[in-house]
């Protein structure tokens, strides 16, 4: 790295296995960056770099990336209400706030539409950048206007969503687009039925996801409304296929888990690569990648039919 001994000593830098700040806790090694000045952004746009929030819906490769994986720091922490007019407030939030913290403010302020991602494993930051969502909505729902840099450009800027084609796990906005907040419009609600709410989600997840073990999340997005991944790779038979330490869940088939915290990157991607090329021939279905992969084998998004079985 070419950061400045200022830089360096205004923002942690460190070398860590990048298996400590993912969900899936698989991953090697990288320089670990935490950007806690405004001021520090230009320096650190103009090195090679990664952005990483909560290290959920990822896979990194078990040799590491070379560059800078940089996590937002208190600056870009915050979440500020404004006040209620007409039955409706904004807020202001930063891209570093956790999505549970912002959901948490939320309800208990009485505004409604975030308790509909209760239980989503992300930074705000993280949950704009895929429209993460659940069956009930998606993130974009209520979102106003996003504070970005956009690919190949030195500065941030305002984004109104009327310019963001968002659409199911996508923002509409180029890959290496960093967030850094966002404007939500939210409407008045009950506290208690807000609150209610987040926790039926929460207990839905609960029993029909693994939450108890290591996983990315979803691995594949839905190839159709009413087809899941999960359903699909059951249906397949692949639910409980193993290779080393990677397993496709028993309790829910679109959650490859770590159970024993031994598995490695080329585990998963042995896993997606059967459950992909036996979709495509058995189906004739294609599996689209919902995790994001980093010095992953490329093959793991392309066309499974110009690839081989590989049997788990």
Not at 181 to 201: F, I, K, S, V, Y
Not at 215 to 241: H, M, Q, T, Y
Not at 287 to 298: F, G, H, R, V
Request: charged share 20%; glycine share 12%.
């Amino acid at each position: 790295m070419r950061f400045t001994p200022g830089f360096i000593a205004r923002n942690p830098v460190a070398t860590t296995a990048l298996a400590q700040c993912t969900t899936m806790r698989i991953g090697g090694p990288a320089t670990l960056v935490t950007l806690a000045d405004r001021a520090d952004l230009p320096e650190l746009l103009a090195q090679p770099h990664r952005w990483l929030g909560k290290g959920a819906n990822l896979l990194v490769g078990d040799d590491g990336v070379p560059e800078a994986v940089v996590r937002l720091g208190g600056a870009f922490a915050s979440c500020v209400l404004g006040p209620l007019r007409a039955g409706r407030a904004t807020v202001q939030c930063g891209a570093a706030v956790d999505l549970a913290e912002l959901i948490s403010v939320c309800i208990k302020a009485g505004l409604a539409g975030p308790e509909g991602l209760a239980g989503v494993p992300a930074t705000v930051g993280g949950a704009l950048r895929m429209n993460a969502g659940t069956s009930t909505c998606w993130t974009m729902d209520w979102v106003t206007r996003v504070e970005v840099v956009l690919p190949g450009e030195d500065a941030p800027s305002w984004l109104e969503r009327a310019a963001l084609a968002a659409a199911y796990r996508s923002c509409g906005l180029p890959p290496g687009t960093l967030f850094l907040g966002c404007e939500l419009e939210l409407a008045e609600g009950d506290p208690e039925r807000l609150r209610a709410q987040a926790a039926t989600l929460k207990k839905a997840k609960a029993t029909s996801q693994p939450l108890a073990q290591p996983s990315a999340g979803c691995v594949f997005k839905n190839p159709a409304p009413g087809l899941p991944a999960g359903r699909l790779i059951d249906e397949l038979g692949l639910k409980g296929a193993r290779h080393g330490g990677a397993e496709v869940s028993t309790v829910h088939a679109n959650f490859i888990v770590n159970p024993g915290r031994d598995a490695s990157a080329a585990d998963v991607a042995a896993l997606v690569r059967l459950i992909r090329g036996r979709a495509w021939r058995e189906r004739g279905v294609v599996l689209e990648m919902e995790i994001e992969t980093w010095a992953c084998p490329t093959e793991l998004h392309l066309h499974p039919g110009q690839l081989s079985e590989v049997v788990a």
